[in-house]
């Protein structure tokens, strides 16, 4: 057929989907060959595989690996929107599996990698500053703590606060300290004799309900600390 349209006879050309098509139907099918059998196989498992409704963590990898270097989650998520494959996106959900994920490893603040690529996974910040708490053996205050903390890696002061604040792991005492929740004596237990760096307000105690209805398992973690890695405060202060 191409010899016949160098030839000149162009009514092939115009005719050339139709007798390509049935060229094809000829015995043997072409689709009887096996390269072509193959490839025919993959173009339609790739059709599937983009019709398919992606996770999070796949687009996550995708971004990623078309990237070819670590990217904030943020970044990603604009990416991952951009590829499609979901009927609907949402970025906080896009942000909770990048942690679920294996194939994702935490190089830095709110940065992720590969796992494949070998990086060595940053230490969340939670447990730089429960460590800084346990080197010192006894609450802190907020400078004390923030300089600690930031000779370990640096960090933005108001996010700090905003730790110290927030997560249940941490309380702050009546007198203005912070310390590790592990520390503290159960509330039925307190008493005018224990020091004040051992209690905390209805303000800071109140963190713990709103924490356990966003899904933390606060009393699994305070029983880590206490067990396996921090104890108790040496020496807490006025005894």
């Not at 005719?15 to 049935?22: D, G, L």
């Not at 970044?75 to 590829?83: S, T």
Request: with cysteine; proline share 7%; aromatic share 10%.
């Amino acid at each position: 057929m191409r010899a016949l349209i160098d030839r000149g006879h162009t009514w092939i050309s115009i005719r050339w989907p139709q007798i390509s098509f049935y060229s094809c139907r000829l015995s043997p099918a072409i689709r009887a060959h096996p390269e072509v059998d193959l490839e025919v196989q993959q173009e339609e498992s790739s059709a599937r595989d983009r019709a398919r409704i992606w996770s999070y963590g796949e687009l996550a990898e995708a971004v990623l690996n078309e990237h070819g270097a670590p990217l904030h989650w943020r970044e990603m998520a604009e990416r991952a929107e951009r590829l499609g494959h979901r009927r609907s996106f949402n970025q906080q959900g896009f942000y909770n599996s990048l942690s679920l994920s294996e194939g994702l490893t935490r190089v830095g603040p709110g940065t992720y990698a590969l796992a494949k690529w070998g990086y060595t996974a940053a230490i969340p910040y939670p447990d730089i500053i429960a460590e800084v708490f346990a080197g010192a053996g006894r609450p802190l205050t907020f400078g004390d703590l923030s300089h600690r903390v930031q000779n370990r890696r640096p960090v933005n002061v108001k996010s700090l606060q905003m730790m110290l604040d927030m997560h249940p792991r941490f309380y702050t005492s009546v007198n203005g300290l912070h310390g590790l929740r592990a520390w503290l004596p159960p509330r039925q237990k307190q008493s005018l004799l224990t020091p004040d760096e051992l209690v905390e307000p209805d303000k800071s105690y109140r963190r713990v309900a709103r924490a356990e209805a966003r899904g933390y398992r606060v009393e699994d973690m305070l029983r880590s600390d206490r067990e396996h890695r921090y104890g108790v405060p040496e020496s807490p202060g006025r005894l």
